[in-house]
């Protein structure tokens, strides 16, 4: 426990949060595991007893620990416990991607995609398929990259909401999460897909007409033409961290 470190940032009970949260997810802190007390855990991030109590309340509603009174905190196994929301979290450990889970984000979203663009081509009303089509129609301009990938993520949005399915809303707000902090950086591996007029072309129109399973093919195909930009950009970074573990 000598190795925490004193909490000075102004948002105390996060930034104990933080602490707590990552030794957990990096098995530091193994399911099992009791956490210090209240006390104890104040004294060694250098806050006040209330701020522990807030960072653990937390812990709680993540999935992260159980408590029981006069038992204290127990470590629970995030991957039967935690929600979707912990993604962005697992997705950056020690400040680097985490390749592993950065393979399941985007398994999730080529899995999603499809079912989604079909529920909504189901389910959307007149209002939502038009605006569903316009913005299809809008990544069929020629723009830069940067725009079409905004463009791409208010489409996916429109689609998700077009669902009214709401456990599609928040398994692509947790998508969208781990998303947006390494957006630009994916622009390159992305082009193929936001650069693909004719699909969301078909997209659009698949959904305005209400036709599920050409949504769903039209989606597929859109996703899929990241996968080989995805493929070498992940392997790039396993690379580079496997040099850095490699150099003296």
């Known amino acids: ?19 707590l949260a990552d030794r957990i997810v990096s098995g530091t802190m193994a399911p099992g595991a009791l956490l210090p007390s209240e006390r104890k855990l104040a004294e060694l991030l250098g806050v006040n007893r209330g701020a522990v109590r807030e960072a653990i309340r937390r812990l709680e509603q993540a999935g992260l620990v159980t408590t029981r009174h006069g038992g204290g905190s127990q470590v629970r196994d995030f991957r039967t416990s ?3 929301e912990l993604l962005p979290r697992l997705l950056f450990r020690g400040g680097r991607v985490d ?15 499809p079912e989604i663009a079909a529920r909504a081509a189901t389910r959307a009303g007149d209002g939502a398929r038009s605006m569903v089509a316009d913005l299809a129609a809008r990544m069929a301009e020629d723009a830069p990259l940067p725009a ?8 996916w949005d429109a689609l998700v909401r077009a669902t009214d399915n709401v456990a599609f809303e928040l398994s692509f707000n947790a998508l969208r999460a781990a998303y947006e902090p390494i957006a630009r950086t994916l622009l ?3 082009a193929p897909e936001l650069r ?17 399973d050409a949504a769903r093919r039209a989606a597929a195909r859109i996703l899929a ?5 995805f493929d070498r950009l992940l392997h790039g970074i396993a690379d580079l961290c496997a040099e850095r573990e490699d150099t003296p």
């Open 188 to 190: 390159t591996a992305m």
């Open 1 to 19: 426990m000598d190795a925490f470190e004193p909490v000075r940032r102004t948002s105390l009970p996060g930034q104990v949060f933080d602490q």
């Open 225 to 229: 033409r990241s996968k080989a930009g």
């Open 196 to 212: 693909d007029a004719e699909g969301h072309r078909a997209l659009g129109r698949a959904v305005e007409r209400g036709e599920a």
């Open 82 to 84: 935690a929600g979707p």
């Open 148 to 155: 079409l990938q905004d463009r791409s993520l208010a489409l």
């Open 99 to 113: 390749t592993k889970v950065a393979r399941g984000v985007l398994e999730m979203r080529n899995v999603l995609g």
